[in-house]
């Protein structure tokens, strides 16, 4: 069954600091892959999707993740980290009509 | 063009109160699905619907939860009698089924029951 796996709650990175949260899947079909994130206070907002187009997807706030079949991974990286940028994300891969959520990555940025 | 439309943003209720959750969903969308998010549980999907139709209730808690969805356009998520372990910010989200399944959530409930 579709599932997957955030590597770590939390990340704490500085100002300017490459961001880079781990996202593994598990899925017997070829999955549809999302990153969304969540501000305090607020729904989950859809950040980026893979649908077996380009493996190099770029989403909003300059964001990306790279499908690697190979690895089964879809991490979340940004080359420079805003202090805006503080918030959980969620990666989740599609079951039928569902998504599956993994369990979070809260992440922090220092000035 | 709007967004997932939930209402109450902020709900406070005595334990054992009906609550009444309601949701908007993106027009065209077709599918609706309602999640809990808790600090200890996390996201929990709670029930969806596929052109209105419940099609997995199996995450509703008990039977002190119910969820309808009279017309494409509104679904209800109740809970009667309310208890403190309810408290939570209650998510609805929409979908277009048949595409790449991305949901669109709404701003959340968040429920004090006290």
């Known amino acids: 069954a579709q599932s997957v796996t955030q590597l770590g709650s939390h990340v704490s990175v500085s100002e300017g600091a490459l961001v880079l949260l781990r996202c593994n899947y598990s899925s017997s079909v070829p999955p549809y892959l999302f990153w969304y994130v969540q501000y305090p206070n607020q729904g989950l907002q859809l950040l980026l999707k893979?649908?077996?187009?380009?493996?190099l997807v770029k989403g909003i706030n300059g964001f990306e993740a790279e499908f690697k079949k190979s690895e089964t991974s879809f991490h979340l990286t940004k080359p420079s980290a805003h202090m805006s940028d503080a918030a959980e994300y969620f990666c989740a891969v599609n079951r039928a009509d569902k998504l599956i959520f993994g369990t979070g990555t809260r992440l922090q940025v220092f000035p | 063009d709007a967004g997932v439309i939930q209402s109450p943003r902020h709900e406070v209720t005595e334990m054992g109160q009906e609550v009444t959750l309601r949701c908007k969903p993106i027009?065209?969308?077709?599918?609706l699905f309602w999640y809990r998010q808790t600090m200890m549980r996390g996201l929990e999907l709670l029930i969806y619907?596929?052109?209105?139709?419940?099609?997995?209730d199996s995450g509703m808690p008990e039977d002190r939860f119910s969820a309808k969805m009279p017309n494409a356009s509104f679904s209800t998520l109740k809970i009667q009698p309310s208890e403190p372990r309810d408290s939570a910010v209650y998510f609805c989200?929409?979908?277009?089924?048949?595409?790449?399944?991305?949901?669109?959530f709404g701003p959340g409930t968040r429920l004090t029951v006290t």
């Open positions: 989200a929409s979908s277009l089924r048949g595409g790449s399944g991305e949901q669109y």
């Open positions: 893979y649908t077996s187009a380009a493996t």
């Open positions: 619907f596929n052109n209105n139709v419940p099609i997995d």
């Open positions: 027009s065209g969308h077709n599918s």
